[in-house]
């Protein structure tokens, strides 16, 4: 069955420093694999996805993830966090139709 | 329209009625979702369609939940006799019919159940 995991429900970084979040999946066939964000009081958008090709990918904001087939994880990065970036991160896999969200990762940046 | 357009933004009712939400998806859009997210917590899947296919209704918490689309426009989600556990956002997503392709989210309906 698909699933998605985010082991780090909190996360808190200084602004400047670097970040990176964890998604492990589980899914038998190919992944479609995609990062979104939520800030607070808004729906989610889309910051980058993989399908095939490069296993990483770059996305808005200055966020990149890397895709590896042998750990099973989708894990977002960007080299320096800004204030901005404060706000639930979600990570989920996409077959033909179900589309799986894992439980999310709220970042909180220090000034 | 550009986006997913979700309304009413905010609902807020007494326990014991019913509600309806509404979902238009991007136009052309074949799939369209709908999910629960509580306060503090993950997006829970609640019901997908896809085209004239049947719905997939795994996700409804009970038969309190029902959601209807029109081919391949509009969406509602009714809520009858709410509780107060029915207080969420409930955000509604489409996409393309392909699978690679991403899933676009409206803003959301807060429902508040008093």
């Known amino acids: 069955a698909q699933s998605v995991t985010q082991p780090d429900i909190h996360i808190t970084v200084s602004e400047g420093a670097s970040l990176e979040l964890r998604c492990n999946y589980s899914?038998?066939?190919?992944?479609?694999l995609f990062w979104y964000v939520q800030s607070p009081g808004q729906g989610l958008q889309l910051l980058l996805k993989?399908?095939?090709?490069?296993?990483l990918v770059q996305g808005i904001k200055g966020f990149e993830a890397e895709f590896k087939r042998s750990q099973s994880s989708f894990n977002l990065r960007k080299p320096s966090v800004h204030w901005s970036d404060a706000a639930e991160y979600f990570c989920?896999?996409?077959?033909?139709?179900?589309?799986?969200f894992g439980t999310g990762t709220r970042l909180k940046v220090l000034a | 329209g550009a986006g997913v357009s979700q309304s009413p933004s905010n609902k807020v009712t007494e326990k014991g009625k019913d509600v309806e939400l509404r979902c238009d998806p991007i136009?052309?859009?074949?799939?369209l979702y709908w999910y629960r997210q509580r306060l503090g917590q993950g997006l829970e899947f609640l019901i997908y369609f896809q085209g004239n296919s049947a719905p997939d209704k795994s996700g409804l918490p009970s038969d309190r939940f029902s959601a209807e689309r029109t081919g391949e426009s509009v969406s509602t989600l009714t809520i009858q006799r709410t509780q107060q556990e029915d207080s969420a956002v409930y955000l509604c997503?489409?996409?393309?019919?392909?699978?690679?392709?991403?899933?676009?989210f409206g803003q959301g309906t807060r429902l508040t159940v008093v």
């Open positions: 993989y399908f095939s090709g490069d296993t």
């Open positions: 136009s052309g859009h074949t799939a």
């Open positions: 989920a896999v996409a077959g033909t139709y179900k589309y799986i």
């Open positions: 997503a489409s996409r393309w019919r392909q699978s690679n392709t991403e899933a676009f």
């Open positions: 899914y038998g066939a190919t992944p479609y």
